[in-house]
Nanobody, 119 residues
Framework: QVQLVESGGGLVQAGGSLRLSCAASERVFSINAMGWYRQAPGKQRELVATITSGGRTNYADSVKGRFTISRDNAKNTAYLQMNSLKPEDTAVYYC?????????????WGQGTQVTVSS
């Protein structure tokens, strides 16, 4: 089965940067979209950023201008460059991919990586 392996989380001071990566463990027929959601303690999981196979991006309002998502289709890998990090960005970040199957599309999730931003 498809697995998403993500990395790049850590602890950083406010104003710093991190880069997350997420790679599918095997070649797939088609990845329609990839991105990240995040979940802070006691809060609902929320969209951070997504990118389609054609390069269309979508960002949460709270991260626009600070985060940039990109994709290397040949490597089945997405990257999230996070700049000007704020304490409110602290959360577990989950990679997401929507992958086309024969009939249905399937949603896959990474294991999550902790991002902690200190003030």
């Amino acid at each position: 089965q498809v697995q998403l392996v993500e990395s790049g989380g850590g602890l950083v001071q406010a104003g710093g940067s991190l880069r997350l990566s997420c790679a599918a463990s095997e070649r797939v027929f088609s990845i329609n979209a990839m991105g990240w959601y995040r979940q802070a303690p006691g809060k609902q999981r929320e969209l951070v950023a997504t990118i389609t196979s054609g390069g269309r991006t979508n960002y949460a309002d709270s991260v626009k201008g600070r985060f940039t998502i990109s994709r290397d289709n040949a490597k089945n890998t997405a990257y999230l460059q996070m700049n000007s990090l704020k304490p409110e960005d602290t959360a577990v970040y989950y990679c997401y991919a929507r992958i086309a199957g024969t009939i249905y599309d399937y949603d896959y999730w990474g294991q999550g990586t902790q991002v902690t931003v200190s003030s």
